[in-house]
C-alpha cells in the first residue's frame, strides 16, 4: 500500500479520504494506463519490424519468433481491453485491433489479388479482415506464409503497430493529463469533476468485465451444433491461446485495481484508495477472487479453450461465477462508496 495523504470529507457521513481521488486518478494515469499503453506501442512495433526482416530472411528460428511475438502482442492487447478508456474508444481500436471472428475469405480476396498493399487499402479494409484475428488466420495457414501472404501478413502487422503508435500518441499528448488532473481543466471539456472521471472509468471496469465474462466464457460454454460457429465463439482457438489471452484480461483489471509494477514500484491501484477507506474486506475479497481465477487457469494450462469446454466444464463455469462475482462486487461495493451512478450492471449484459 502506499502511504496515505489527508484529504477533505469523501461522503454524506464525513469518513475522511486518507487517499484522496485526485491521487488514485493520476496515479492510474502516470503509473498504469500510459505505460501499459507504451508497452503495447514499443511491442507491437517490434512484432511488426520481425515479420518484415521474416519476409526479407525466412527461417525457422524466425518463424517461431513470430509466433511467440503474436501472443506477446495479443497479451499486451488483452490488458488494455479489459479497461478501454479514453482513446482506446474514441479510436475504436478494439476493431483495428481485435475485430473477432476475423472473416477468412475476406483476408483470402487480398492474398488472391494484385492490389497495392497501401495505408489508404488498408484504411478501407473491414474489420473482420484486420488486426491480430486475420494475422492469427494467416498464420494458421501451411506451409509457413511467403511471397503474397507474407508481404500481406506484414502491411497487417504494421497496420496494428501504427493504431498502436496513435494510441501512445493520444495517451501521451492530452489524455493522461486529462485523467491525472480531472477536474483541473474545465476548458478541456473533457473531465469537469474528479468524480465524473472515476465514474466513466468504474463504468468501463464493469463493462469490461461483463464483455469478458459474457463474450469469452458463457457464450463458448452454450452448446452449438454447428461446428464453425462454435469455434468462431472462442477467441483465439487457431492458435491456442484462448486461456492464455483471458489471464492477460484478468492482468489489466488487476493493474488497475492493485496496481502496476514498475521501475518506480508498485503503481497506485484502487486498493490504495479502500486502504485509506478502511475498506479491507473489499480489497482481500477481490484479491481472494483474482488468485482462485489464476488458479483455474494454471490448472488449465496447455489446453485449448475447445478442450477445456469438453473435458473440464466445470471449471470454466467456475470462473465465469467468480467473474460475475467480481463484476457484482465493482457494482454493489465500489460504485457506491465512491457514490458512482452507474450506466452498465450485469443484467445489461446478459
Known amino acids: ?3 496515505s495523504t489527508p484529504s477533505l470529507a469523501a461522503d454524506d457521513d464525513s469518513v475522511q479520504e486518507r487517499f ?3 491521487a488514485l486518478l493520476k496515479g492510474l494515469a502516470d503509473g498504469v494506463f500510459q505505460p501499459q499503453v507504451q508497452q503495447f506501442a514499443r511491442q507491437s512495433q517490434t512484432w511488426a519490424q520481425d515479420w518484415q526482416h521474416y519476409c526479407q530472411h525466412p527461417s525457422a528460428k524466425g518463424w517461431k519468433q513470430l509466433q511467440q ?11 488494455l481491453e479489459m479497461v478501454q478508456i479514453g482513446p482506446l474508444i474514441e479510436r475504436r481500436s478494439q476493431r483495428e485491433v481485435n475485430f473477432w471472428p476475423t472473416r477468412p475469405a475476406q483476408i483470402d480476396n487480398w492474398l488472391k489479388s494484385h492490389d497495392a498493399l497501401s495505408a489508404d487499402a488498408l484504411e478501407t479494409l473491414p474489420a473482420a479482415a484486420k488486426g491480430l484475428p486475420a494475422l492469427e488466420y494467416l498464420m ?21 503497430a501504427q493504431e498502436a503508435a496513435g494510441l501512445e500518441q493520444d495517451w501521451r499528448q492530452g489524455y493522461t493529463r486529462q485523467l491525472a488532473e480531472a477536474g483541473q481543466h474545465p476548458e478541456d471539456k473533457v473531465f469537469l469533476r474528479t468524480d465524473q472521471a472515476l465514474g466513466e472509468l468504474i463504468n468501463l471496469m464493469i463493462a469490461g468485465m461483463d464483455f469478458v465474462r459474457v463474450r469469452k466464457l458463457e457464450k463458448p460454454l452454450q452448446h452449438n451444433r454447428d461446428e464453425q460457429d462454435a469455434l468462431d465463439r472462442i477467441e483465439a482457438w487457431r492458435s491456442g491461446h484462448s486461456l492464455s489471452l483471458l489471464e492477460a484480461n484478468l492482468d489489466g483489471f488487476s493493474r488497475v485495481f492493485f496496481g502496476m509494477d514498475g521501475p518506480g514500484g508498485k ?3 484502487f486498493d490504495d484508495y479502500l486502504d485509506g477507506r478502511d475498506k479491507l474486506v473489499l480489497i482481500r475479497r477481490t484479491k481472494e477472487d483474482l488468485e482462485e481465477a489464476r488458479a483455474i487457469l494454471r490448472n488449465l494450462k496447455g489446453k485449448t479453450m475447445q478442450q477445456a469446454i ?3 466444464p466445470a471449471q470454466l463455469e467456475a470462473l465465469q461465477t467468480i467473474l460475475r462475482r467480481l463484476q457484482t462486487r465493482l457494482e454493489n461495493e465500489l460504485a457506491p462508496l ?9 443484467s445489461d449484459g446478459d
Open 310 to 312: 469438453q473435458r473440464h
Open 338 to 346: 465512491l457514490d458512482i451512478q452507474l450506466d452498465f450492471n450485469a
Open 140 to 160: 494458421s495457414l501451411k506451409p509457413a506464409p511467403k511471397g503474397r501472404r507474407c508481404a500481406v501478413a506484414t502491411w497487417l502487422a504494421r497496420g496494428v
Open 267 to 269: 503503481a497506485v491501484g
Open 20 to 22: 484522496p481521488k485526485s
Open 69 to 79: 511475438g503474436w501472443l506477446a502482442t495479443a497479451r499486451q492487447w488483452q490488458a
Open 1 to 3: 500500500m502506499l502511504a
